[in-house]
Every structure is written in C-alpha cells, then in structure tokens.
T-cell receptor, first 111, second 115 residues
C-alpha cells in the first residue's frame, strides 16, 4: 500500500482541455513534490512545495500550474498541453530530511 | 549534463547470488545518495541511503558502498531473490540553500533475478 495517493491513475486529454492531477498524503509530511517521468527515463523534478509554499520551480512551462491547498494535498493543473507532455507524473512527500515517499503516479496521454 | 549515471541498463543474476548495481556521479556537493526500486505500474520505493560522509551502510540483504574519491557508489544485494527483479534507480540529494533538497535520478538499471 502506498501512503501517497494519486488520482486519477490514467488520464487522456486533448490539447485544449483543462484537467487536474491530485496527490494526497496523511503522513504529516511538510514537503511535497511533482516529478515527470518519460518512458525509459528517470523521474525529473518539476516543483517542490515546503510548508505549503512553492520553493522550487524547475523552469516548468506555465501550462503546468501547481497548487498546495493544505499540508496534505497537492494539485497539478493542466491547460493547453502538448503531445510531448505525455508522461507519468509522480507525486512525492518527505519530512525532515527523510527519504521521499512516492505515489504510483498518473499516466497522462495528450491527444 | 547528466550528474548521476547508471551505465548498465540491465543486469541478470541467478537466484542466491550477489547482485551489484553501480552508479557514478559528477557533483561533489551531493549530501546523500539513495537507491529506489520500481516495479511496473508503481511509484519508486525507497530502499537504502548513505550520507556523503559515510562509506558503507547496510540494511538486511542490501548494502550500499560509497567511494567519494572515485565519485562512485554501488548497491549489493545478497542473496538475490526473484522478487528483487525490478528497475533500480540511484539518486543523489543536494540541499544547497533549500531545506527540502533536490533529488536527481540516474537512468535506472533493470535487474532480473532468475530462479
């Protein structure tokens, strides 16, 4: 059982759609992360939230918009995505220098 | 510019033997090194880590060795079991001025343990 829950597991959307990916953890972790993983590639960091504030943005295009409504939730809002944005999107959380715990990801396909 | 490299895309070993997965890095400022295991359709699962000031850490069947002068680390799994078959990612953590740090992953090595 994963302690970081991501929904949906799969998402297919058109380039003009707006959708959101959701991530939830109840471990009391105060740092949360979004990663993007393309096929046969390693996960790449996109955003880091620390105590509900955005602390790292790895020069991600503005069509990806993160949001941290509270300490347990992390959203990734998607708008006007491109086919090359098709990937596995992973959420992770951590606390106090401990290793990051990952969810099982959302597999996103852009038509 | 790949800061963490796993040069072997795949490794096959017999059950009961030792598996050795290797990882090289270029940045001397990394604070920790971690190994994650990933099964298909699941997220990465943390296995074991080592601080940059240590040279060995052991947890059950898993041991990680760090050679700072060579900027090289390795994960030893002994004895290997068929359930260990997965993709193994080496990752390096850099804090800098951040309190959360940045995790940089290697390309991954697919381990197959044959019964």
């Amino acid at each position: 059982d994963t302690e970081v829950t991501q929904t949906p597991k799969h998402l297919v959307m058109g380039m003009t759609n707006k959708k959101s990916l959701k991530c939830e953890q109840h471990m009391g972790h105060r740092a949360m992360y979004w990663y993007k993983q393309k096929a046969k590639k390693p996960p790449e960091l996109m955003f880091v939230y620390s105590y509900e504030k955005l602390s790292i943005n790895e020069s991600v295009p503005s069509r990806f918009s993160p949001e941290c409504p509270n300490s347990s939730l992390l959203n990734l809002h998607l708008h006007a995505l491109q086919p090359e944005d098709s990937a596995l999107y992973l959420c992770a959380s951590s606390q106090g220098g401990q290793p990051q715990h990952f969810g099982d990801g959302t597999r996103l396909s852009i038509l | 510019d790949q800061q963490v490299k796993q040069n072997s895309p795949s490794l096959s070993v017999q059950e009961g033997r030792i598996s050795i997965l290797n990882c090289d890095y270029t940045n001397s400022m990394f604070d920790y090194f971690l190994w994650y295991k990933k099964y298909p359709a699941e997220g990465p699962t943390f296995l074991i880590s080592i601080s940059s000031i240590k040279d060995k850490n052991e947890d059950g069947r898993f041991t990680v060795f760090l050679n700072k002068s060579a900027k090289h680390l390795s994960l030893h799994i002994v004895p290997s079991q068929p359930g260990d078959s997965a993709v193994y990612f080496c990752a390096a953590l850099f804090y800098g001025s951040s309190n959360t740090g940045k995790l940089i992953f290697g390309q991954g090595t697919t381990l197959q343990v044959k019964p």
